[in-house]
């Protein structure tokens, strides 16, 4: 069966009416935004609605539903893509630096949207290593150097020297 331009349409109606927001006082279907405004992390738009029957306001919250990631780790094996690993990598780089949970918390939410928008659904730990140490780069010579020093798995203390000699210059 082939899929016409008005089937599309027909479709794309019964969503739009699957999908109304109900009044939380009266259960009326029919409301006007009154403002919209995005979460600080992007993730989250706020709409503050006033119902068409019963005029009074309510708050919803649209999340954006992304696709499940997975991440392929150096061994080959497959698991599912987890930010609070990210977070708690960047808390152990920057304990005892200047920076405070919010940055971090930033930090996360930024790599965390990277690797979201790669186009495979998969993706393997050492991307994810690379856009950490990017973001650490951006943020703490010495928080990128410890992550470093996990990350990269250097094998003697020469070659991390010369890793701290290429951040120097």
Known sequence: MAITKDRLLEKKTNLKEKAKMKCCYC???D??????RLSDDLSKIKRRRECLK???????????????LVVIKSNGVRQPFDAQKIKRGLIKAFEKRPIGIDEIDKMTAEIERQVQNTLDGEVSTHEIGKLVMEELKKKDDVAYIRFASVYLQFSDPESFAKFIASIKK
């Open 27 to 29: 259960g009326y279907t």
């Open 31 to 36: 409301s006007k935004v009154t403002d919209s």
């Open 54 to 68: 019963c005029t009074k306001r309510y708050t919803t919250y649209e999340i954006i539903d992304s696709v499940p």
